[in-house]
């Protein structure tokens, strides 16, 4: 496309004056007289250099005006890339306009992040706070609530077991009064209420007459007395009592004085499975499972069982 838009130079104008000249130059030496004169010689000479000229002038033109077409050729696609080159410096501007724009973005959404987590760390420190204080609170309700239920517990079983010596009592004394229908009945009525008594986990248990006397179950009325190794009980004065597998109140016993009162003195009568329960278990079980806080409690082993014993039944 180049090369068709180039504007072509006419020689047939050039071509035309050399041969002209040249025929001028033929002419002069054809009508010339030996010797040639100077000015003939000149004329000549000036008439063949002049047509040389006029015959080359053509082509030099012509290469001139191609070299300044391929100059300003260059020189446009140079402008091209100039002006490719601040396209491209501009969309670079662009680019870089709108890199700083995400770059602030991006600080901007780094800061708001940034407050979000220590909002969110503040609220889970004031939550965490706050569920410390409440859990706090509801372990102090808790402890309020575990000791009214403790006293309470305490109390009902006290007076469950005043009752029961009470019962107990009432058995012993129809026993002594040798009445066989009276003691079959409040035997039974023994029975049931420390069959009730039991299923509340209050089992009382009782020493069988006869039975070896064991002081981690049994107690004397008299702590200072020390029984011999063989001693033999020969009557429960009060019944002793567990609660929910441990030891609350040892049972108070008497002693045997001498061996035949073993023999003559028979098991009474009517006696129920909950009477023998503790008796049978193992020692171990009554002496290392007794809870503080029944140890702390009205019903444990006081110092002076007599006395402790007498009160019962008294009450």
């Known amino acids: 496309m180049t090369q068709a838009s180039e504007p072509r130079l006419t020689k047939l104008p050039f071509v035309i004056a050399d041969i002209v000249l040249l025929g001028l130059a033929c002419l002069i030496l054809w009508r010339s007289e030996a010797p040639m004169t100077a000015w003939t010689v000149f004329f000549c000479t000036a008439s063949v250099a002049l047509g040389a000229v006029l015959c080359v002038a053509p082509f030099l033109l ?54 979000i987590a220590e909002s969110i760390a ?3 420190r004031s ?24 006293r309470a517990e305490s109390e009902w079983l006290q007076i469950l077991v005043r009752i029961l010596d009470h019962i107990f009592a009432l058995n012993q004394a129809a026993v002594r009064s ?12 023994q029975n049931a209420c420390r069959d009730i008594a039991r299923r509340v ?18 107690q004397l009325a ?14 429960t004065v009060a019944t002793g009592y567990g609660f929910q597998g441990q030891l609350v109140r040892l049972a108070l016993v008497t002693l045997q004085t001498s061996p035949s009162e073993g023999v003559v003195r028979q098991e009474r009568p009517h006696s129920s499975e909950a009477e023998t329960e503790f008796a049978a278990a193992p020692v171990d079980e009554f002496t290392q499972l007794v809870p503080e806080r029944l140890e702390s409690s009205p019903l444990a082993v006081a110092h002076d069982p007599l006395n402790a014993g007498q009160e019962e039944l008294r009450s």
């Open 178 to 189: 040798g009445q066989t229908s009276l003691v079959k009945q409040l035997s039974q009525f």
């Open 62 to 115: 012509e290469y001139r005006a191609a070299t300044k077409l391929a100059e300003a050729d260059r020189l446009s696609k140079a402008v091209l890339q100039i002006e490719n080159i601040e396209i491209i410096s501009r969309q670079i501007n662009h680019a870089t306009a709108n890199w700083q724009a995400a770059h602030e973005q991006a600080n901007k959404a780094v800061d708001a992040s940034r407050e």
């Open 201 to 218: 986990g209050l089992v009382p248990f009782v020493a069988l007459p006869g039975e070896p006397y064991d002081p981690k179950t049994h």
């Open 222 to 235: 008299d702590s200072k007395v020390v029984p011999a190794a063989a001693a033999v009980v020969a009557e």
């Open 122 to 124: 503040a609220e889970a």
């Open 127 to 150: 939550f965490g706070d706050f569920l410390k204080k409440a859990n706090e609170a509801e372990k102090n309700n808790l402890r309020l609530e575990v000791d009214k239920l403790r």
